[in-house]
């Protein structure tokens, strides 16, 4: 199983960035993708996720609102989309699959993870 994440870049404060996760190989057919990031220095934390065929999505408690999780089956590619940018977004941003399509946040049950993309958010 590969995942591969990308979309992020440097932005400004209250632009809006989609990233996109893209999963390949055996992934079966019902899985779950959560989306996590890290800030240099600081833990990993938990921004979203979503379930297999998309009935279910999960938030971080520190994403607000802002942080919209989607999915595109026929792709097999997972979106996270942020709106109205933060600095304190800054990030590596890495998504996840989980076998068990159970959702939530916890770690241990994402198996695979894909190599990140970094946001960058200038004031």
């Known amino acids: 199983v590969q995942l591969q994440a990308f979309g992020g870049g440097l932005v400004q404060a209250g632009d809006s960035l989609r990233l996109s996760c893209v999963a390949s190989?055996?992934?079966?057919?019902?899985?779950?993708v959560g989306w996590f990031r890290q800030a240099p220095g600081k833990e990993r934390e938990f921004v979203a996720a979503i379930t297999w065929p998309g009935a279910r999505t999960y938030y971080g408690n520190s994403v607000e609102g802002r942080f919209t999780v989607s999915r595109d089956n026929a792709r097999s590619t997972v979106y996270l989309q942020i709106s109205t940018l933060k600095p304190e977004d800054t990030a590596t941003y890495y998504c996840?699959?989980?076998?068990?399509?159970?959702?939530?946040?916890?770690?241990?049950?994402?198996?695979?993870w894909g190599q990140g993309t970094l946001v960058t958010v200038s004031s």
């Open positions: 996840a699959l989980d076998p068990s399509n159970t959702g939530g946040d916890y770690i241990p049950r994402y198996r695979y």
């Open positions: 190989g055996r992934t079966g057919r019902t899985y779950g």
